[in-house]
């Protein structure tokens, strides 16, 4: 079966650098959840999208942005990178007309910000 | 805040045996419940669910038991296997103003011996 597609898998960055990651959700799921786990720690929400608009927001920093676009995708804009972004971007999707509580993960993007 | 927390962060079992990992919720408003499985290197990956009008769910070698009175959450993993050694997180959602966040517990490490 499809899964969340996430790219890409690493990423290396210098601080104040910016990044973007892509998330392709599972097909007919129109809801994007992103998340961030940094070392040994669980996963904390940071933004949630549905049918293109901000649903939900957490923790995420001013400096990073979001979006989903027409195709249901998503990407998360990082920019000023701070050594203390360097962690693993997880991208959910969920369908908002069928279990829609019911959250499916990408396999992480590992950011690391030197 | 609210948190979904665990009691035990390690586990370690031997093979064939049984094993049971605790979570503790403090938000009295979850309603939807999930385990998550996540290896090293990986997205977590949905295990089983069970909603606060139930009290026991059974999947394929796992049961999912919530006590609401105590705010307890357990997984129960019958004939655990070395392929079961990853860690486990809790995790819930209380749909109302955090539309399908999600807030994890701390997780706890299996570790499954031949």
């Known amino acids: 079966a499809a899964g969340v597609i996430q790219s890409p898998r690493h990423l290396i960055k210098e601080k104040r650098e910016t990044a973007t990651l892509k998330c392709y959700p599972i097909?007919?799921?129109?809801?994007v959840y992103w998340y961030q786990q940094g070392p040994g720690q669980d996963p904390q929400f940071l933004i949630s999208f549905y049918e293109k608009m901000q649903s939900d927001k957490g923790s995420i920093p001013d400096r990073f942005s979001a979006q989903q676009f027409s195709d249901y995708h998503s990407e998360l804009n990082m920019s000023s990178l701070e050594l203390g972004d360097s962690a693993l971007y997880f991208c959910?999707?969920?369908?908002?007309?069928?279990?829609?509580?019911?959250?499916?993960f990408g396999p992480g993007t590992r950011l690391l910000v030197l | 805040g609210e948190s979904v927390g665990l009691h035990l962060p390690t586990l370690s079992v031997q093979e064939g045996d049984n094993s049971i990992i605790n979570c503790a919720y403090s938000n009295s408003a979850s309603d939807y419940f999930i385990w998550y499985k996540q290896e090293s290197g990986k997205g977590p990956q949905f295990i089983i669910d069970i909603r606060s009008n139930m009290d026991k769910r059974q999947g394929q070698r796992v049961t999912v038991l919530l006590n609401k009175t105590v705010k307890h959450l357990s997984l129960q993993i019958a004939a655990t296997q070395p392929g079961d050694s990853a860690v486990y997180f809790c995790a819930e959602t209380s749909g109302g103003t955090s539309y399908g966040k999600l807030t994890f517990g701390q997780g706890t490490i299996l570790t499954v011996h031949p």
């Open positions: 959910a999707s969920s369908a908002s007309e069928r279990d829609w509580e019911t959250q499916y």
């Open positions: 097909p007919r799921h129109d809801t």
